[in-house]
């Protein structure tokens, strides 16, 4: 186990995959789906969807501290409740006014929940085992992202009451596990926090800012580019299918060990040859045409998987070092904030160099910025805040 305290982290975890179920399936397949016929305009959705964004995004470092003055888990109940409310307004009695505000609510309720959880498997991690507990609870969501998405946008094209009682349901099961957690609160022995300024320590966040902007910056690029991309090297879905398994092997087997590495040695022996691994993955992609794509997928998926695996290690472990100890909630979030504001910011590029140049410009260009990104962690002035302890 992970965890030393497993019977908390647990339920947390379970709160988080619910919550992103939930979002996922409301903003993804619900809203755009079901909302017109509930009497919602594509502006008001475009604008809920927008504020709810907004607001996590801007709120996850002052709410990081919210949770660490009031409690993480009376934050988590309440952003639950307000999740529930909403889904049940809109589903019943749809407005744009509340449907706006409650929106932003929600977000901004739901901006404590990443750092809170983050926070909580960084205080509770055992020692030795925090880079792989910090990558497992980061990595935990990806089902229920998916199942938001391919389970319930299904359904709300052929049974939306069925689409509608799944998600409220779900809302409702982490609004009672919100309730089981209200007394959460993380030690303060275990977050390490003491009675120090708030900003002791912050210039590590600050050194950490533009790694975590410019790598997630660099996915970013493909969000809107994905089918076009296969389209233009003559690929379909199914013929990336074993590939992908295998680059999801890879990357288990990678985690796992390379976790192992950045726990005990160091987490920059991981993140480093882990970003190398990606920008070579990148720039190779790029010089790759529809007449090779299908003998070089084989090569790239391994090297992609055990890329991916050793740079959330080393991320994770690298941050965890890094953070300071007052506030560590707060620092999270920033720190999460910023690589939001990255991820937003890499289809607007994305389109652009795609205009520009093709898929070549887009691939190129992540590989750029990962090798700009492997740079800067190798700056020997960043050492001095990324050592860690």
Request: positive net charge; aromatic residues 8%; without cysteine.
């Amino acid at each position: 186990m992970l965890w030393t305290r497993p019977l908390t982290m647990l339920p947390l975890l379970a709160l988080l995959l619910l919550s992103e179920l939930v979002r996922t399936g409301f903003v993804v397949s619900a809203l755009p789906l079901t909302g017109p016929g509930l009497g919602l305009s594509p502006g008001v959705i475009g604008a809920m969807v927008s504020a709810h964004y907004l607001a996590d995004g801007l709120g996850r470092g002052p709410m990081g501290l919210v949770t660490e003055r009031w409690g993480l888990g009376r934050v988590l109940a309440l952003g639950a409740l307000t999740g529930l409310g909403l889904g049940l307004l809109t589903r019943f009695f749809p407005s744009a006014g509340w449907g706006v505000a409650l929106s932003a609510l929600w977000g901004l309720l739901f901006g404590a929940l990443w750092p809170g959880v983050m926070n909580a498997s960084h205080a509770f991690a055992h020692p030795g085992r925090v880079s792989r507990a910090l990558a497992v609870s980061n990595l935990s969501v990806a089902p229920a992202i998916l199942a938001g998405v391919l389970l319930v946008g299904p359904l709300m094209q052929t049974r939306p009451e069925q689409g509608w009682t799944l998600l409220l349901g779900a809302q409702g099961a982490a609004l009672v596990l919100g309730a089981l957690l209200w007394r959460l609160r993380v030690p303060a022995e275990a977050a390490g926090q003491d009675a120090g300024s708030v900003w002791r320590g912050w210039d590590r966040v600050a050194a950490l800012l533009p790694a975590a902007f410019a790598q997630t910056l660099a996915p970013g690029l493909l969000v809107t580019l994905v089918f076009p991309l296969l389209e233009r090297l003559g690929l379909r879905l199914p013929d990336l299918l074993w590939p992908g398994a295998l680059a999801g092997l890879t990357f288990g087997l990678s985690l796992w060990l390379l976790g192992r590495v950045a726990d005990r040695l160091h987490p920059r022996l991981a993140l480093t040859p882990g970003l190398l691994a990606l920008a070579l993955v990148f720039g190779l992609a790029a010089l790759t045409g529809p007449e090779t794509v299908h003998g070089r997928l084989w090569g790239l998926a391994p090297l992609l998987g055990v890329g991916y695996g050793a740079f959330v290690a080393g991320w994770n472990g690298l941050v965890a070092r890094t953070l300071p100890q007052d506030h560590r909630a707060a620092a999270w979030g920033t720190v999460m904030a910023v690589e939001a504001l990255g991820y937003a910011a890499g289809p607007l590029l994305g389109g652009v160099a795609w205009q520009w140049a093709g898929p070549p410009g887009v691939l190129g260009l992540a590989a750029l910025v990962f090798v700009l990104t492997e740079i800067y962690y190798l700056w020997p002035r960043r050492g001095q805040f990324t050592q860690g302890t």
